[in-house]
Each structure stands twice: as structure tokens, then as C-alpha cells.
């Protein structure tokens, strides 16, 4: 039985010019910061980290990565999140970086942890925002959103369903 492809949501022309804004917007936020770090959430954001990481223009932009998240293999948050543990921050400015801001607890654990790593300062920027789904106890927001979509479960541009669709150019709806 062939696979229907997923419906397309954000184009790969829109999302190349969102990224690029945020990264413009990042490069000014982060002017003054000493040695800043992307903390980067795998491994849904890889794709959006590396291009993101292109568009901050600072030489001494860091790249980090850790295993964060609070689905188990579906298209549910399990609300249990799994983190792997932060290497030491101190007094460093860290913009942590996710694909979605889908309950808000993934980031929150993330920067309760930045946090506990002793960074001076922590940022958030996400791909994409999905509002109607945050729980108490989430992050309510993040500093800087790519996109705001509706509760659908999305694909591409590194966000996967069961270790397919990361591939596409797109970020696309399933189901």
C-alpha cells in the first residue's frame, strides 16, 4: 500500500526566509554576548539548527547538542520528558533550539537544566509554535517563533514520525 505524502504547511521558500529573520534577529540579541552557545534539542531540530546557526552572524557562535524529548515513538506527548545532562554554561548567554513548542514541558525541562548549568542567560527559539496544545506547567512561550500552526501532528525539515519524513524540504501535516 503506497504512503500519501504529507499535506504541505510552510513551503521550503517560506522557511528559508523565516530563518534567516531569525537568525538577523538572534545576531542583534546576541551582540555583547560573551561566547554565546546554541544548546540545540535533537533530533528534531538538527535541520533548523544548522541553517539557523548560518544565518547568526558571530564567529564565536558555539553549536551544542542534547537528546531532549517527551514523545516515545507516536504522535502524542508522552508529558514525561527525557533530558540529556547540560555541560556546564557558566555565565554564558544560550539560545536553547527547538523544532516545536508543542506542550511547553521539553522546554522547560531544557531550561530548567541551562539553568542549573549555570548559564547567565537563556533564550528560546522555536520553528514552531503549537498553542492549543500547552499544558501547566510548560514553557508558555518562546522568545523568538518561526511559525505559529494548528494542532496538527507535522513533518519535515527534521521533524519525524517515527524516523520518517525528516528529509523533506517542507514542513508538511500527516493524519
Known amino acids: 500500500m503506497p504512503v500519501q505524502a504529507p499535506t504541505v504547511l510552510i513551503p521550503a521558500d517560506a522557511l528559508a526566509r523565516r530563518v534567516l529573520a531569525l537568525g538577523e534577529a538572534l545576531t542583534g540579541r546576541l551582540r555583547g554576548a560573551r561566547a554565546p552557545v546554541?544548546?540545540?534539542?535533537?533530533?528534531?531540530?538538527?535541520?533548523?539548527?544548522?541553517?539557523?546557526?548560518?544565518a547568526?552572524?558571530?564567529?564565536?557562535l558555539e553549536l551544542r547538542f542534547i537528546r531532549a524529548s517527551s514523545y516515545?515513538?507516536?504522535?502524542?506527548?508522552?508529558?514525561?520528558?527525557?533530558?540529556?545532562?547540560?555541560p556546564d554554561l557558566h555565565g554564558r548567554t544560550v539560545v536553547l533550539v527547538d523544532d516545536i513548542l508543542d506542550t511547553g514541558m521539553t522546554?522547560?525541562?531544557?531550561?530548567?537544566?541551562?539553568?542549573?548549568?549555570c548559564a547567565g542567560?537563556?533564550?528560546s527559539?522555536?520553528?514552531?509554535?503549537?498553542?492549543?496544545?500547552r499544558r501547566a506547567g510548560g514553557l508558555a512561550t518562546a522568545d523568538l517563533v518561526g511559525f505559529t500552526i494548528p494542532d496538527r501532528f507535522v513533518v519535515g525539515y527534521g521533524l519525524d514520525h517515527g524516523g520518517r519524513w525528516r528529509q523533506l524540504p517542507y514542513v508538511g501535516a500527516i493524519g
Do not use: Y
Open 125 to 133: 527559539c522555536v520553528l514552531l509554535d503549537k498553542p492549543a496544545r
Open 38 to 54: 546554541l544548546l540545540v534539542l535533537m533530533d528534531g531540530a538538527f535541520v533548523f539548527a544548522a541553517d539557523l546557526a548560518r
Open 107 to 117: 522546554l522547560a525541562a531544557a531550561r530548567s537544566a541551562t539553568l542549573a548549568a
Open 72 to 86: 516515545r515513538g507516536g504522535t502524542v506527548s508522552s508529558g514525561q520528558v527525557g533530558i540529556e545532562p547540560v
Open 56 to 60: 547568526i552572524h558571530r564567529p564565536d
Open 121 to 123: 542567560e537563556v533564550l
